[in-house]
């Protein structure tokens, strides 16, 4: 009888899309019978940094919270297509799409991944809370404790003030969250991974980037240049009418963090605002520092486009350590995405997105929840540990292919990289150049239909169409 069941008080730590996307699918699905408090140490207007490519999961997680027909209004048309270069020259060694043929008769493999905004994703979620009306977002208010109260777990403020009592808390937080020490084991903890990173944005690529560049990116979401030791991306995450924000990424190794802000004459930021750069000493800075590294490497073209940046950031990769977790642990506190484990940059957004699906489908079962409204803490705890074994063998995957030989520097051998370098053997020899012209081929086929890359009419997963209906 819901009549007689007590309301649940869900408290998640962290406004990130995660904690949203729990919340979005919590208070549709539940109505009523939750009531959820997002606690966000940010403030309400901070940077969300770029684009996510949604794979079929997270694209569920936006069905469900009711929020998918904006889907299209906050991805970028096309943006599903790659396209990649050697550090000279400019005829693409590889493109990657999902053609137009695999897309019809296999949607599941091959259904629409667009590049998502970001920020277009947390507004569609927080303003579905709003009218939702059983959730409430705290910005400038983060999580820093939790402890046992009478009957439920007490969240604590930044001066160990209770913020409320709560049958579940969710730590969405990420990298820096204060709360997952109560649910894991990390000696380690946060901590430098010795790889350096140089991001920015360019406002305007189609006005301020050199024409050349511009045409050899095409219609593509990402282009990027490889080389033995280098790795320079760009990626459009502008959505809209003449919206073409693109991004820009650049990888270096450094054993000590300190020693590039350095080498660049700039102190290290304190926070993750102080660290965007937009004024011309600090930002040209970086970008003299940048045009030495990437000299006598690069074509030209790459290092003119760096002039065009409008804001800079420098920061090192940071990840957690090995993690497990903690056993007969009577908190009703769960960990997803981030802050369960952080392995580092590229691929962390989807992980988050899945967890916190995988995290409301046992929450919206019948026994989650009893009449007093606390948690079945046992159905929780069972997802834990696949959710960590997913971030253990992310990590595992990366750290193989950052410790591949073509990513490390080595003047001796040259920077120009060729399939064999990164596929030894015959395979690298004959059948890798063989797809890579097929792929090409291919894509100029679909370029020549229409465009290559997906559009708002392209398939979608199935298990998308299947929430939608």
Same mark, same amino acid.
């Given at each position: 009888n819901m009549a007689e069941r007590a309301t649940a008080r869900v408290a998640i730590a962290g406004a990130g899309i995660s904690g949203l996307t729990l919340a979005g699918v919590?208070?549709?699905?539940?109505?009523?019978? &939750?009531?959820?408090?997002?606690?966000?140490? =940010?403030?309400?207007?901070?940077?969300?940094?770029?684009?996510?490519?949604?794979? *079929?999961?997270?694209?569920?997680?936006?069905?469900?919270? =009711? &929020?998918?027909?904006?889907?299209?209004?906050?991805?970028?048309?096309? $943006?599903? $297509?790659? &396209?990649?270069?050697?550090?000279?020259?400019?005829? #693409?060694?590889?493109?990657?799409?999902? #053609?137009?043929?695999?897309?019809?008769?296999i949607p599941k493999y091959f259904g629409a991944r667009p590049e998502t905004n970001r920020g277009g994703m947390r507004e569609i979620l927080l303003n579905a809370l709003s009218v939702q009306g059983n959730a409430n977002v705290y910005y400038e208010r983060g999580a820093f404790g939790l402890q046992e109260g009478t009957n439920k777990a007490e969240l604590l403020g930044a001066s160990g003030e209770v913020l409320g009592e709560y049958d579940l808390v969710v730590d969405a937080m990420g990298l820096h969250s204060t709360l997952r020490g109560h649910r894991v084991i990390d000696s380690q903890g946060k901590h430098y991974s010795g790889q350096m990173m140089i991001h920015g944005a360019f406002n305007d690529p189609d006005t301020t980037l050199p024409a050349q560049l511009m045409k050899m990116m095409g219609t593509n979401g990402t282009m990027g240049a490889i080389g033995r030791g280098y790795s320079l991306l760009l990626q459009r995450y502008g959505v809209g009418g003449g919206d073409n924000r693109t991004c820009f990424f650049y990888m270096v190794d450094r054993e000590d963090e300190d020693a590039l802000f350095k080498e660049m004459d700039l102190p290290k930021p304190s926070s993750r605002a102080s660290g965007i750069l937009t004024d011309l000493e600090r930002k040209g800075k970086v970008q003299a520092w940048l045009k030495r590294d990437m000299g006598g490497i690069f074509d030209p073209v790459w290092s003119q486009a760096v002039d065009s940046l409008d804001r800079v950031t420098v920061r090192g990769n940071?990840?957690?350590?090995?993690?497990?977790?903690? *056993?007969?642990?009577?908190? #009703?506190?769960?960990?997803?995405g981030d802050s369960l484990r952080n392995c580092g940059l590229g691929g962390g957004g989807n992980l988050a997105m899945h967890d916190a699906l995988e995290l409301a489908d046992v929450l919206l079962k019948p026994d989650a929840f009893d009449s007093t409204g606390r948690v079945n803490l046992a159905m929780v705890r069972r997802i834990e540990p696949a959710m960590l074994q997913r971030k253990i063998e992310f990590h595992t995957g990366r750290e193989k292919r950052r410790n591949h030989p073509i990513s490390k520097r080595d003047p001796s051998l040259g920077?120009?990289?060729?399939?064999?370098?990164?596929?030894?053997?015959?395979? =690298?020899?004959?059948?890798?150049?063989?797809?890579?012209?097929?792929?090409?081929?291919?894509?100029?086929?679909?370029? @020549?239909?229409?465009?290559? =890359?997906?559009?708002?009419? $392209?398939?979608?997963?199935?298990? &998308?169409?299947? @929430?939608?209906?």
């Open positions: 919590l208070s549709k699905c539940l109505g009523s019978r &939750v009531c959820i408090d997002i606690y966000e140490r =940010g403030a309400r207007d901070r940077d969300q940094g770029y684009g996510l490519d949604l794979d *079929e999961r997270g694209q569920e997680a936006l069905a469900r919270a =009711g &929020v998918y027909n904006q889907y299209w209004s906050i991805s970028r048309p096309h $943006s599903d $297509s790659a &396209v990649m270069y050697n550090t000279r020259g400019f005829e #693409p060694i590889v493109h990657a799409f999902r #053609p137009r043929l695999l897309q019809r008769v940071y990840m957690h350590g090995e993690t497990t977790l903690r *056993e007969d642990v009577s908190l #009703p506190l769960i960990c997803i920077s120009i990289l060729t399939f064999e370098d990164v596929i030894p053997g015959w395979k =690298g020899k004959f059948l890798a150049p063989f797809v890579a012209w097929v792929f090409k081929t291919w894509y100029r086929w679909d370029e @020549h239909q229409g465009g290559a =890359g997906s559009t708002k009419d $392209s398939p979608i997963y199935p298990n &998308v169409q299947h @929430h939608l209906k």
